[in-house]
């Protein structure tokens, strides 16, 4: 459940949905990838654009409430 306040103070409540996904086999390649040099399941590129996106999402989001 995803609650929160829009910049009128007005209260919101939306059922996100997740993705079902299979969350044992991210780990297990972690795994395999720091202890027996396997490759990353997750790309060096891939994690730093994730980190762009939730950067602009917080810069957004402040700039909502400014």
């Not at 720091?34 to 994690?47: F, H």
């Amino acid at each position: 459940m995803l609650i929160w306040y829009d910049k009128n103070d007005t209260y919101h409540e939306e059922k996100v949905v997740s993705v079902d996904g299979n969350y044992a086999q991210f780990y297990e390649a972690i795994y395999e990838s720091l202890v027996n040099g396997a490759e990353p399941l997750v790309k060096e590129w891939q994690t730093i654009e994730l980190m762009h996106q939730l950067e602009a999402a917080c810069e957004s989001l402040e700039q909502q409430f400014d």
